[in-house]
Nanobody, 121 residues
Framework: QVQVVESGGGLVQTGGSLRLSCAAS????????VGWFRQAPGKEREFVAA????????SYKDSVKGRFTISRDSRKNTVYLQMNNLEPEDTAVYYC??????????????WGQGTQVTVSS
């Protein structure tokens, strides 16, 4: 059972930046794809970004392209989501997820507890 823990959320003004981190309990985390998702109040959870095991292949939700960057540091067993030029519409609980696939996929088995991101206007 892989445990993932998100951190780095907080309150930021419109146009500001935050960097979220996703750390895992198992070293095998470094060979699996990782995704970031978010859920705003009253809305369904949605995909935000994903990275494959190597870090060379990434995928983004259209509305965050050019503003968010997903990356990973295998030595630290951590995946990051750098969020720039934040907008109030980015306010949500952000979740990190991983599974047993090395490539980017739509299904993930292990989820973190989430970290709150609030963007004030």
């Amino acid at each position: 059972q892989v445990q993932v823990v998100e951190s780095g959320g907080g309150l930021v003004q419109t146009g500001g930046s935050l960097r979220l981190s996703c750390a895992a309990s198992e070293r095998t985390f470094s060979v699996y794809a990782v995704g970031w998702f978010r859920q705003a109040p009253g809305k369904e959870r949605e995909f935000v970004a994903a990275v494959d095991w190597s870090g060379s292949s990434t995928s983004y939700k259209d509305s965050v392209k050019g503003r968010f960057t997903i990356s990973r540091d295998s030595r630290k067993n951590t995946v990051y989501l750098q969020m720039n030029n934040l907008e109030p519409e980015d306010t949500a609980v952000y979740y990190c997820a991983t599974g047993s696939k090395s490539y980017i996929t739509t299904g993930y088995d292990y989820w973190g507890q989430g970290t709150q991101v609030t963007v004030s206007s």
